[in-house]
């Protein structure tokens, strides 16, 4: 019998270096956790055009929404780990949808962490019919108005909602927040008058602002977004310190094989390495991660890190998810 076993396990062990010295074999999926055309899908599939180009296989993007990000991320976390299904997720998906959700999956353990990838701060927009030329316009329209506004978010727990959080305690400015699938759904409304505000990715709304659609108030940082210099930041426009950046990452079922997650780090890093990658991604606001936080290891130590600073925040906000 112990023979048996012996040999089972070989068997098993030579199959997963077989599997992982010919993949991939196949078309890669990476769950987008978030509706077509919004920030985490525009950056998934910048980045999974040039991923291509290195793993000799298509990139899917397959877009599984609601829960603020974590159907999505549930749908990964149960998939094999053979290196086809890749969760794309940021700072609402991986790291506040824990202090929400009864997830039915631990966020740390039964993930692999694959790459740190691009970040952006949060701008603070507006409906075009907002009376605000600053931001303290805006605030003390907000304030001023008969029942709570409306800020679009894409759903409790993702980032848009996160940041709306953190826009209600240091501005004292009760929010209704109004969930899509989304930012790219909840921006359409915004444009469309529907909602009052979002703080959103500024790689969402930026083109947008630039078209005139929306109004831009700040941006959460203590720095201007280069490809938006327009923009004030918090500080100079008057929530000094109300700093916020959204990270995105890649992560792979636990117990993936290493050698696939280095495959798949190396395509993501020569993507994020490409030029023409750098100038789109940058057009939108976005900032490469720093060159010594590129491994797997870096995104496991960050996520534990974001975790640590973001929960207590969020857990004070007693959100209520049915
Ligand atoms: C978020 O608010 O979590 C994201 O911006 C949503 C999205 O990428 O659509």
Known sequence: MRKLVLAVLAMLAFTRTVSAETWPAHPITIVVPFAAGGPSDAMARILGEHMKQSLGEVLLIE??????????????????????????????????????????????TDLEPVVLLPSNPMIIVSKNA????????????????????????????????????????VSGIKLQYVPYRGTGPALNDLVAGQIDIIVDQTSNSINQVRGGNIRAYAVTDSKRVPNAPEVPTVDEAGLPGFHMTLWSGLWVPKGTPKEIVAKLNAAAVAAMA???????????????PPKDQLTPEALGAWQKAEIAKWWPMIKAANVKVD
């Open 130 to 169: 907002v009376p605000a030329k600053s931001l303290k316009e805006l605030l003390a329209w907000l304030k001023s108005r008969p029942e709570p506004p409306t800020a679009g978010t894409a759903g409790a727990g993702s980032g848009s909602h996160i940041a709306g959080l953190y826009f209600e305690n």
């Open 274 to 288: 490409d030029p023409a990658v750098q100038k789109q991604l940058e057009n939108l606001g976005l900032q490469m």
């Open 63 to 108: 877009n599984v929404t609601g829960a603020g990000g974590s159907i999505g991320v549930g749908r990964a976390v149960r998939a094999a780990p053979d290196g086809y299904t890749v969760s794309f997720g940021h700072l609402g998906t991986h790291v506040a949808n824990g202090a929400i959700y009864k997830l039915g999956y631990d966020l740390v």
